[in-house]
């Protein structure tokens, strides 16, 4: 039997961590989607109930293991440390995405148990909740927090991740943009666009003419720049999403460009009436990125490399193009505003031309109708007022909390509406299981309930479906069903209307009431009938002092989440009818109570009460004692002013026992809500022991001042310091991203020393190294961290060594003035984007950071050389740059391979380079290996067939990264004819396989597909003799022949006339650009000699200048030795020569 091989699957998201827990699965059980909050507890009580040990021997729960990561949520069972993991046995329990938990219940009564529902089938409304034990109690919440964690990640990948969304459909446009006007109406007149362009001019000749008027008046500063044009206000609504969290992190928001505008001007200006004009800065790079999505509309920055602006279609309420100016469009969308307001603003933007303005407007029209296909077909299911489950879920609601008794009445009412057999079902089925106490029987009721209207609900028809189908059957008879369910629905709004207005009149008279007895010797239990008011609806105070203080109960809230965005979150909330003896206060709609055992009533304490409970829970067993006295000794309370009952409701609590001012009448105020369920009072008093304060000296108080401010400053340097830490450790992170490749050629210590020597040689610019020592430098590997920094080392070194430049060099427009204008090639730069290096992660992100880098400089590019412009393989050659350097040096080195080292001959339109390079191969392969050109020309293969993408992409686009570094090592050392070289040698080396191969496809496929995964050896070999090899003089000759070889096939080919002309015209063309070239070399050329005449006066002058110096010291010198000849004569000829 053949092994079994198990691969592990590599996680999407990038540096995810997976996180595992050991925990014990009590049981599962499949529910209705449509379950709500209220319900859920219930369902894990009959989970519970169903899991129970069927023998003795068998255990009522298994181990198991549960993996959390942002890409899935798996179950699998834990054999344990002794058994060996089997993968026959041990299969998966379950395994989904974790949004796809939609709700989460945590019991706080039993913290080791919680529970998670799954959406499992979503065409059938199935779901299943899984219920968990945890051993280590305090792990819960950890597991919980995760999960949640989990589904947030991958709901925000969801929207973010081209995988996620129809990529095809999604459509990106470079637009500028211009700026942005508050409006009154969320619909505007044609002319709008128009208006708000004459506002922005408005604005900026005001503001130009501000600066003009302050900067002769000296208010601006020396160090402040003069600007010519308007100065942006900020834009509020422009914000940044978290997209990766490798590249969203909040310290590269944007700066000023897209800073908040202060939300008191926005509403003092629509209190005003007046329209906000706020046009963005000239001087600012305002292009973006357009992107149009299934159901939102992006703006994303490409020098900020985020997104600048997020709106759904839903905020979309006009969209319009220019009259006057065709090339402008916009549209009004809704923004909130400070004080939960909102108010609706009008973005402009301006495009390249009119025809990309009528693209956009009607992608955006095909989108809206398709997203309004899109949600009318996935409308979500909801629970509407005749639901099944939504009686249930009201039921839920009502008992929640309640004890046992209560709840068991409250359901024995709700089976009174039930029909008699459905009635008859439920109470044989409950008596058949012969449930133990009030708890077990309301459980098997609840759970017989839940499947009666769970099957109810499947042949259910929701009223907004009725409503179409009452639409589609006028002039036609309505089925009986449909008859019943019109009746039912105005039944449920009959009673909603009855009960809403019985529940406010029940409410003013208890208000009334509570004023009433105000003065009597029972306020304590009014106080309590007033507190109570907001979350109960029992009028009765008789009932309630009838009610005995045994009673008096304590329920545990359950702490659970709902996770989903479904319909049932947001259900409105009815209020539970609840009673003194549960005294507690419901907590807020995402908590849930938990259906437990009721204990058995204990006796009440007489007395002074004890320690306050410090649980989540409400602490009324004091006053249950002191009702208990009232029956026998009237309570003489203490009374407040309203001042001292307002500052007992937010007084701190103090260590200390209960006492009953707590409870003392505050209906003269209002129905306050209740205070702290964990403060206790003082014994000392409704105050307690206040100490006194000691003064503190003027000294004091300085050197407290002086502790601040210095704690203030450290912490804005150690803020300082982090921000630093932060920025170079997303720097480490975003280089070692960048290089995520395997290198092909090893770099040894000695040669990665020999190159730091060259790169830090102090004004390296300037000195020219020896090319031999370069030559073997390279050859022996260059070191993967330092390989930007030596392609632009090897740059300098050919500008010193080739000072006066043979091509035509563009002209010097900076890089970020370039990237602030439109190009008209963006459509295909865009499209091409997703399709270079797509499996690398740095470029893998739809519109992250690698692609936008790359947009910027295939756009500034294009806008620099108006002839090439765009061509296909140019993002390969801009994106291996790029992996290796900053944006502007990629940009930078791009220019260097085009023009300097004559790359961008291939790029030009006609092409003309690039065939004239398909017949240099061919002549290649014809002379070194001539039994492989036969081989290829017997199949009729030509270059153009495999080769063209190795021009083109410098093989980037089919080889394997490390080994297309190698070869750009090699071209910016020796130039473009490495390509030759490379190519010759590759198919050279595998030439003995190319020939086993006996047709045209199989060939093909493998010089295209399996060529390019050689291995590590044979690539490093492929290098090696490319160093050795020298076709310079080849490649001339062959250039040549083939203009020979074209000139001659135009004069003896028999063809017509016509066709002869545009044979003629098309060669008259060629020749009139080979001339154009010709003539920019000869310009050059006379360039060069100008200059080198130049040089060789400035050189003659001085030699002339050098010869004179020369005699004039010849002359100094023979005078000198005359001196010294003089000097060295003896003292007595000296003498002599006198007296003589």
């Not at 003489?636 to 200390?656: D, E, G, M, N, Y």
Request: contains cysteine; charged residues 25%.
């Amino acid at each position: 039997m053949e092994p079994i091989t198990f691969t592990a699957r590599k996680h999407p998201f990038p540096n995810e961590v997976s996180v595992d827990f050991g925990l014990q699965l009590v049981g599962s059980l499949p529910v209705h989607s449509l379950t709500t909050m209220p319900m859920l507890p219930w369902v894990v009580a009959e989970v519970r109930r169903l899991s129970g040990p069927s023998s003795k021997n068998e255990p009522a729960t298994k181990q198991v293991r549960l993996w959390v990561s942002p890409s899935g949520l798996k179950c699998e069972p834990d054999p344990g440390r002794s058994q060996q993991w089997d993968p026959l046995i041990c299969s998966s329990i379950f395994e989904c995405k974790p949004q796809h938990v939609h709700k989460l219940i945590h019991n706080s009564h039993d913290p080791s148990y919680f529970a998670c529902l799954i959406k499992e089938d979503a065409a059938h409304r199935q779901s299943i909740c899984y219920v968990f034990k945890a051993d280590d109690q305090t792990k819960v919440p950890e597991i919980i927090s995760s999960i949640r964690q989990a589904g947030k990640i991958a709901r925000q990948e969801e929207l973010r991740c081209p995988s996620e969304f129809d990529d095809t459909f999604a459509k990106k446009f470079e637009v500028l943009f211009c700026g942005r006007v508050t409006v009154a109406h969320k619909k505007a007149p044609p002319a709008l666009i128009d208006e708000c362009i004459e506002k922005f001019n408005h604005v900026s000749c005001r503001r130009r003419a501000d600066w003009d008027a302050a900067a002769p008046s000296g208010e601006l500063g020396p160090g402040e720049p003069r600007r010519p044009m308007r100065k942006s206000f900020s834009q509020p609504g422009l914000r940044s999403l978290a997209f990766r969290k490798e590249f969203q992190d909040a310290s590269r928001r944007s700066n000023s460009f897209f800073s908040s505008f202060e939300e008191c001007d926005i509403e003092n200006h629509l209190i005003s009436g007046h329209n906000i004009v706020q046009p963005t800065d000239m001087e600012e790079n305002r292009t973006m990125l357009f992107t149009i999505g299934q159901s939102e509309v992006y703006l994303i920055s490409p020098d900020t490399k985020k997104i600048a602006l997020e709106k759904n279609f839903k905020e979309i309420s006009f969209c319009s193009q220019g009259i006057r100016h065709v090339d402008h469009f916009g549209f009004i969308c809704r923004e909130s505003s400070g004080g939960g307001g909102f108010h609706f603003v009008c973005y402009v933007f301006q495009c390249a031309n009119e025809a990309l303005v009528d693209e956009i407007m009607m992608t955006l029209k095909q989108a809206f109708t398709v997203a309004a296909v899109q949600q009318t077909a996935k409308a979500p299911a909801q629970l509407c007022e005749g639901c099944p489950l939504q009686v249930l879920h009201k039921l839920c609601e009502r008992i929640e909390g309640m004890n046992s008794s209560k709840t068991k009445l409250e359901l024995q009412k709700h089976l009174t509406t039930l029909t008699n057999q459905e009635q008859a079902t439920i109470f044989e089925e409950v008596q058949k299981l012969r449930p133990r106490n009030e708890q077990r029987e309301n459980e098997l009721i609840i759970s017989f309930l839940r499947c009666l209207y769970e099957e109810k609900q499947k042949e259910h028809n929701h009223i907004g479906e009725m409503k179409q189908i009452t639409a589609e059957n006028i002039g036609s008879e309505l089925p009986p069903s449909a008859t019943r369910l019109r009746l039912d629905m105005l039944k449920n709004k009959a009673k909603r209307s009855l009960t809403e207005s019985l529940e406010s009149i029940l409410s003013r008279g208890n208000k009334a009431r509570g004023l009433q007895e105000h003065s009597s010797s029972a306020d304590l239990d009014s106080s309590m009938s007033s507190t109570l008011s907001n979350t109960s609806k029992e009028p009765s105070t008789g009932d309630r002092e009838a009610l005995p203080n045994s009673e008096s109960s304590f329920k545990l809230l359950s702490s659970s989440d709902d996770l989903s965005s479904d319909s049932e979150s947001h259900l409105p909330e009815e209020p539970a009818l609840l009673s003194p003896q549960q005294t507690f206060r419901r907590r807020a709609n995402t908590l849930s109570h938990f259906p437990v055992e009721c204990p058995e009533p204990s006796e009440p304490v007489r007395g002074s009460p004890g320690v306050s409970q410090r649980k989540l829970l409400r602490d009324y067993e004091s006053k249950a004692n002191h009702l208990g006295d009232l029956d026998t000794t009237p309570v003489k309370t203490r009374r407040h002013s309203w001042r001292q009952q307002i500052f007992l409701r937010v007084a701190t609590p103090q260590k200390a026992c209960d006492s009953p001012s707590r409870y003392d009448d505050y209906s003269e105020l209002g129905e306050l809500p209740p205070r702290s369920p964990l403060e206790p009072v003082c014994e000392d008093g409704p105050f307690g022991p206040v100490p006194e304060e000691k003064k503190r000296t003027s000294r004091e108080l300085r050197e407290l001042w002086k502790k601040a401010i210095l704690q203030q400053i450290l912490l804005l340097r150690m803020e300082k310091e982090n921000q630093k830490l932060q920025a170079s450790e997303n720097d480490l992170l975003n280089k070692r991203l960048k290089l995520d490749y395997e290198e092909i050629t090893p770099c040894l210590k000695e040669v990665t020393t020999i190159w730091e020597k060259m790169l830090s040689t102090p004004g390296r610019s300037k000195i020219k190294f020896d090319m031999e020592k370069m030559h073997s430098a390279v050859g022996q590997g260059v070191p993967r961290h330092h390989r930007g920094e030596i392609w632009k080392f090897l740059a300098e070194q050919f500008h010193l060594k080739h000072p006066f430049p043979s091509k035509q060099q563009p002209k010097d427009v900076p890089y970020k003035e370039l990237l602030k204008q439109l190009t008209s090639q963006q459509h295909a730069i865009l499209i091409d984007l997703g399709r270079t290096f797509p499996t690398h992660p740095y470029f893998s992100a739809q519109l992250g950071a690698g692609q936008l880098s790359l947009y910027n400089i295939l756009k500034a590019y294009s806008l620099l050389d108006q002839e090439v412009g765009y061509c296909q393989g140019l993002s390969f050659v801009a994106g291996i740059l790029l992996l290796h350097m900053s944006e502007e040096e990629a940009f930078k080195m791009l220019k260097f391979l085009m023009f300097d080292m004559g790359l961008r001959k291939q790029y030009r339109p006609d092409m003309i380079i690039l065939q004239i390079q398909m017949y240099q191969l061919s002549r290649l392969l014809h002379d070194y290996h001539r039994d492989l050109y036969n081989h290829l020309e017997e199949h009729e293969i030509g270059p153009s067939l495999y080769a063209a993408p190795w021009f083109l992409t410098v093989f980037a686009s089919q080889f394997p990264l490390g080994f297309v570094a190698r070869v750009f090592d090699m071209i910016f050392l020796q130039g473009s004819e490495v390509i030759f070289k490379v190519a010759l040698s590759l198919l050279g080396s595998h030439k003995p396989l190319i020939l086993q191969h006996e047709n045209l496809e199989t060939i093909v496929d493998f010089i295209k597909n399996t060529l390019p995964n050689l291995g590590l050896v044979q690539m490093e070999k492929t290098i090696n003799q490319v160093f050795e090899m020298d076709i310079a003089k080849q490649l001339q000759a062959y250039e040549v022949e083939y203009h020979v070889l074209q000139e001659e096939l135009i004069d003896s080919s028999p063809l017509s006339d016509n066709q002869r002309m545009d044979k003629l015209e098309k060669t008259n063309s060629s020749l009139r650009k080979q001339n154009l070239d010709l003539l920019e070399q000869l310009q050059v050329a006379n360039g060069r000699i100008q200059s080198l005449e130049a040089t060789i006066e400035k050189l003659l002058s001085n030699e002339s200048k050098l010869k004179q110096a020369t005699l004039a010291l010849e002359l100094e010198r023979s005078a000198l030795l005359q001196m010294v000849e003089e000097l060295r004569r003896p003292p007595a000829e000296a003498s002599e020569g006198p007296g003589a």
